[in-house]
T-cell receptor, first 114, second 122 residues
Framework: ETGVTQTPRHLVMGMTNKKSLKCEQH?????MYWYKQSAKKPLELMFV???????ENNSVPSRFSPECPNSSHLFLHLHTLQPEDSALYLC?????????????FGPGTRLTVT | AQKVTQAQTEISVVEKEDVTLDCVYE???????LFWYKQPPSGELVFLIR??????QNEISGRYSWNFQKSTSSFNFTITASQVVDSAVYFC???????????????????FGKGTHLIIQP
């Protein structure tokens, strides 16, 4: 498998559920990112990981909890979400942090909170 | 703070017409990177181009060309002889160079514009 993969592609969850989004990159990159894409809003950076260390949390509510066990995998743990959290969640990776390199995106997980 | 503005929310043209997507950015840094991404209906963002702030040469790749002008803080994207397959949402993005002195190792998230929905009619 190549590129950046994300699972699941679609997720519907209630406000009291706990679920996790998974991202895996097969590009040998060292930096990984979570973005949120809501309707009629620009893509918003959520978290940045560089060599497994979180380097940026863009004022994201604590109901979103990221985890990066290694440079190839990134998770986003979700709990007690709100309907306004419904969005497309995109994962990306880049070769070397700090060099402004191109980020390669996965297909996204379409999340609906009911 | 950095900002990217794509003033054109939606553009509709007939196939084979040329179309230019505008992008204006704001940053206080002297070293930064600009990007264009394409998002087809499938949702996946496709990387098109990366340009650093020191390279103002225009670039052409097939039917695609990019015009970078630091004097006007613009990085416009032109599709020549558009095709129906070019229909998508196009995003311009900016990344500042944190440099290797940044404690976090310089990981750099992208700041995106709101995107331009391009519709190519047959």
């Amino acid at each position: 498998e190549t590129g950046v993969t994300q699972t699941p592609r679609h997720l519907v969850m209630g406000m009291t559920n706990k679920k996790s989004l998974k991202c895996e990159q097969h590009l040998g990159h060292n930096a990984m990112y979570w973005y949120k894409q809501s309707a009629k809003k620009p893509l918003e950076l959520m978290f940045v990981y560089n060599f497994k260390e979180q380097t940026e949390n863009n004022s994201v509510p604590s109901r979103f909890s990221p985890e990066c066990p290694n440079s190839s995998h990134l998770f986003l743990h979700l709990h007690t979400l709100q309907p306004e959290d419904s969005a497309l969640y995109l994962c990306a990776s880049s070769a070397q942090a700090g060099l402004g390199g191109g980020q390669y995106f996965g297909p996204g997980t379409r999340l609906t909170v009911t | 703070a950095q900002k990217v503005t794509q003033a054109q929310t939606e553009i509709s043209v007939v196939e084979k017409e040329d179309v230019t997507l505008d992008c204006v950015y704001e940053t206080r840094d002297t070293t930064y990177y600009l990007f264009w991404y394409k998002q087809p209906p499938s949702g996946e963002l496709v990387f098109l181009i990366r340009r650093n702030s020191f390279d103002e040469q225009n670039e052409i790749s097939g039917r695609y060309s990019w015009n970078f002008q630091k004097s006007t803080s613009s990085f416009n994207f032109t599709i020549t002889a558009s095709q129906v397959v070019d229909s998508a949402v196009y995003f311009c993005a900016l990344s500042e160079d944190r440099g290797f002195m940044y404690s976090g190792g310089g990981a750099d998230g992208l700041t995106f514009g709101k995107g331009t929905h391009l519709i190519i009619q047959p």
